[in-house]
């Protein structure tokens, strides 16, 4: 069994402003983040033709936030992030946007307390959602409701899902259920390279990270831990209809293709009944 307190910590120390050299190095960054944001902003586009109120669970370095912001489809946006050092690294690029009406909050959103049905959107991406199974159970049945009762009537939650379906094949090929891969990170990140060793626990449905990354002068930081709960389609869809929603479309990217078995990404939009 994995340890449970992983994914608490798992961002503790991510996107310190002290891993960036300069000024010049943190603005590249801040720039990658914004575009790489866009094809999100442009999919929830096509659900609102006016500014709306968002939230995003788990909203690490408010990136969507920020972006939704600037293609003026923001009203109001609340974040609420776990790890202290994202929540800062959010901080700190508000000064960048003084008219945002964007609020960065430091909480458990397993703990924090809701406004309900006061949001059009609810937002849970890069596959946090997975994250809660792991830590408690009953965690996502909780969130699910939180969800709900924060939404408007016809509001919609958008969730991303990541399904690993080639990590798991090759980790069931394995007689520990583990494979290790690494990737180049992009140029405007500080940090050059990442590491993974998985294990796949399968009579869960979890897979577990340990990562390490390997910045561009050197250092190396090898504290992250995580583990996800995959959700394969037809579960989540029997999760959500039991909590009150409708699908409006499932996706394998923000580009709007229709859902493959085989993609490495699973994105649902669905509708508060």
Not at 157 to 180: A, G, R, S, T
């Amino acid at each position: 069994m994995w340890d449970k307190e992983s994914n608490l910590k798992a961002y503790d120390n991510i996107e310190r402003m002290s891993n960036y050299k300069n000024a010049e190095e943190l603005t590249k960054y801040r720039n990658y983040l914004l575009e790489k944001s866009k094809i999100q902003s442009d999919f929830i586009k096509g659900f609102f033709n006016e500014k709306a109120k968002i939230f995003e669970a788990c909203s690490g370095n408010s990136r969507l936030l920020y972006r939704l912001y600037i293609d003026d489809l923001l009203q109001e946006g609340k974040g609420v992030e776990i790890s202290s050092s994202r929540v800062n690294f959010a901080e700190q690029w508000k000064k960048d946007f003084n008219q945002a009406n964007i609020a960065n909050i430091c909480e458990d959103i397993i703990e924090y307390n809701i406004k309900e049905q006061y949001y059009n959107l609810v937002i849970c991406i890069t596959s946090a959602f997975g994250y809660f199974y792991p830590i408690d159970e009953t965690y996502p049945s909780i969130l699910l409701d939180k969800f709900k009762d924060m939404l408007q009537k016809d509001g919609y939650l958008l969730l991303e899902l990541y399904q690993h379906p080639k990590v798991i094949e090759f980790c069931k090929m394995d007689d520990n259920k583990k494979m290790k891969r690494w990737i180049e990170l992009p140029e405007d990140d500080p940090f050059r390279f990442y590491l993974t060793e998985y294990t796949y626990h399968e009579s869960q449905n979890c897979l577990e990270g340990k990562e390490i990354f390997i910045r561009r002068d050197g250092y190396i930081d090898d504290s992250k831990r995580e583990i996800i709960k995959i959700y394969p389609y037809e579960e989540i869809k029997g999760i959500l209809e039991g909590k009150g929603f409708s699908i409006e479309g499932a996706y394998s990217d923000w580009d709007k293709k229709e859902y493959d078995i085989n993609a490495d990404k699973l994105i649902i939009i669905a509708k508060k009944n």
